[in-house]
């Protein structure tokens, strides 16, 4: 049997394919685990983080996260996990909820950025921001997102996620709100938004269960749950968060009382757009901290 011999140029080709390739498959197994493994999600949860009127102790919340991202990027500290996926060139944008009833907590933004810093990303090069993204100069040249959120019930949406945290990305945002908000993660796919997301932390201190009407808010429905949910995959954590805020309204309620509309959108987001994985089989769901009344 004779060899197959290449020329030059046939070779240069080959090995340009098999780069980008690899590239390829390093890209998305950064981003949700190499194939054939579980995707990793991390609840964490501490009893201290809130006192008894909800005020945050930012040292246990600091901890929380770090502890957070050191076993989901498998390091021994919590800089190096930052280190692993942040650059010290990178520009870097922290997308946030601003809504007046239920932000992002501040207390977080500042731990994140402060994270992002110690990465060694100049101040100038960081930006946290909500409803001005599309024109806020850090985020039009952000080559890392970092994607955080209170979870809540949503009129529209059935819950309010880290998938729908993105909608202002989208030119316009009511395009998405058809059938339940079932394609927001479509907007996952836009030029500023794809293959930039490196870390993604569902607020789970304080969620809210229940609501009614556009912008529904109640005291009655918010519960001290103390935890953050923090992974790669957006939709992994959107799931997990799904589940808890499901588990509760079953306590609540005494009877399972189902989301109106249905929360589609994180379903979907796996299935029909392949973001990421909404099966809790085959998700690695990494709990640590305070157990009781966890919900999953």
Request: with cysteine; net charge positive; proline share 5%.
């Amino acid at each position: 049997m004779s060899a197959k011999y290449f020329t030059r140029r046939e070779f240069i080709k080959t090995t340009a394919l098999s780069a980008a390739s690899s590239m390829v498959i390093s890209s998305n197994s950064f981003l949700f685990g190499k194939p054939g493994n579980k995707t990793k999600v991390v609840l964490i949860r501490d009893k201290n983080v809130l006192d008894e009127k909800g005020k945050i102790n930012v040292d246990v919340l600091e901890k929380m996260l770090d502890d957070s991202v050191k076993l989901l990027f498998d390091t021994k500290d919590a800089v190096t996990a930052w280190k692993s996926f942040i650059k010290p060139q990178d520009v870097v944008g922290i997308k946030t909820d601003v809504w007046n009833y239920f932000p992002t907590p501040s207390e977080l933004e500042n731990v994140i950025k402060k994270r992002v810093m110690n990465a060694g990303v100049e101040e100038n090069n960081v930006s946290i921001d909500d409803r001005g993204v599309r024109n806020n100069p850090v985020f039009q040249k952000a080559t890392v997102l970092i994607n955080s959120r209170p979870m809540r019930t949503h009129y529209w949406a059935g819950v309010g996620t880290l998938l729908k945290n993105y909608i202002m990305f989208a030119e316009r945002p009511s395009a998405y709100h058809p059938d339940s908000c079932a394609d927001l993660a479509a907007i996952w796919k836009l030029p500023e938004v794809k293959d930039r997301t490196r870390l993604n932390i569902l607020v789970m201190l304080t969620p809210q269960f229940h609501s009614v009407g556009p912008h529904g808010y109640s005291p009655e429905y918010i519960w001290q749950y103390k935890g953050l949910i923090v992974s790669s995959d957006p939709v992994a954590a959107d799931a997990v968060g799904l589940k808890i805020i499901e588990a509760k309204r079953k306590v609540f309620f005494k009877e399972d009382k189902p989301l109106n509309p249905p929360a589609k959108h994180i379903e979907l987001a796996d299935t029909r757009h392949h973001l990421g994985t909404a099966d809790m089989k085959k998700m690695d769901l990494i709990k640590i901290g305070w157990k009781e009344s966890i919900l999953i």
